[in-house]
């Protein structure tokens, strides 16, 4: 493999690093947002899901540009959203500009998830190309532990009232750093074929790859044949018959990536812990653990995805997620008077903060209904703090020591499951399996489908989990077990085979 190749994939997988710290940037502050906005289980859930709202949108709306203006070009334009957002977010002044600048960031995140693996999947040889492409999972991972860290140093730093601003804030810095490498990256030779652009695409591939002029020839008329420009426009209808296979394989592999529950848990993460038992400062270590697995795992799978493949990867990490998710779903059953004690208590404890901090004048434009507003929510805090006690009677941390540990445990054996299967394959086989012709829109469908998903899941996981923490999990638990079905009976393996003969395979022209 040529270093060039190896650079270029690793500045495309850039827009994965920040994709990963702007998802779970935001567990640090979630608590602290709400404390300050005093949001209930709903729109503090829509506060969290911004973003994800805005993944959605930038996702299905990036496939069009990335057509036009090419692959590069439209990771610049991701590049200064990301920009733009992390400042943003970081001077806002109320709940509606924090969400506005979240829903920018998301567009950016949405559009990273097509463009950086279709990028990358354009670039690669078949033999290198599952490795190369997962290394947008792997900076994603990578991103969610610089985001957890980043979290907790800033956390130890006591910066008061505006420590979560610093956490947004420092974003700023790898996404500027994103733009600028952006510039020393080679443009698609795939899209440059689309574009009628044969010898810069030949030129690519001459720097890129250590391949023979013949090899090159051949690996042009593939493409052609793929593009068959003759009879499939770039603007032909993509809704139909022809494509129905690998629209519903990429609609399943994404939709189950999200069913697992993991971006709830991301988001989330300190809180779960903390209902489990964990103190504040625990949960924020146990968060940076997380991390630390998560890319640990994604690190190994990564070194394996072109041996084992895709297919069996799936296989591993769909076991791991069942048994992880129903141990979890156990724990909070069999603790969950205990589990929603601890769950009111820090709920009463964020709520003295916050009066604390519009008693004391921390936000300047509180008014006499606020403070009323403020203290009518704590005397609320008290009375459901009160009723979960006694429903829970007298217990200590060491009663519940089990629970926790397997809260503990299960949710690390779940996040390296995640890393083994569904977070490293998923962004290869979505963008493996459409035709070169329809990459980009196919590549779209399945962001979308993703970040749906996950933001329904991410705005509605604060009101189930309030209602018993067992529910959300069972429901998991449940979809990973389709998942197992649907990987062992529909889902094809894409190993070694290059871009081109994998539509063959599919039965598409």
Known sequence: MKAKLFFASLIAALGGLLFGFDTAVISGAEQRLQQLYGLTGFWHGLLMATALIGTVVGSIAVGKPADIFGRRITLMLIAAFYLISAIGSAMAWDAWS??????????AVGGASVVSPMYTAEISPARFRGRLVALTQFNICFGIMLAYISNYVIGLLDLGAIEWRWMFGVEAIPAGLFAVLLFLTPRSPRWLMANNNEDEARGVFRSLTKATEEEIDAEIEDIRESLDMQHHSLRERFFQTAYLKPILLVVAIATFNQLS??????????????????????????????????????MGALLVIDHFGRKKLMIAGSIGYILSLAAVTWAFFAYAPEFNTIAKENDLVR????????????????????VAKAKEDLAKAKATFAKAREKSGEFNKDDIALGSWVVLIG??????????????????????????????????????????????????FPRFAEMSGAVPFAFFTICMVGQLVWVMRAMPETKGIPLEDIQKQLGIE
């Open 261 to 298: 529950g993991i971006n709830a848990l991301l988001y989330y993460a300190p809180r779960v812990f903390e209902m489990s038992g964990v103190g504040a400062d625990g949960a924020k270590l146990s968060s940076v653990v997380v991390g630390f697995m998560l890319m640990i795992f994604t």
């Open 98 to 107: 924090f969400g506005i600048f979240r829903f920018l960031g998301g567009l």
């Open 411 to 460: 949710t690390l054996v779940f996040i390296a499951s995640h890393a083994i299967g569904q977070g490293t394959v998923i962004w290869v086989f979505i963008s493996e399996i459409f035709p070169n012709r329809l990459r980009a829109r196919g590549q779209a469908l399945g962001s979308f489908t993703h970040w749906f998903w996950a933001a329904a899941i991410t705005w509605t």
């Open 351 to 370: 709520v003295q903060e916050r009066v604390e901090s519009v008693m004391a004048g921390d936000n300047q434009e509180a008014s006499e209904s606020d």
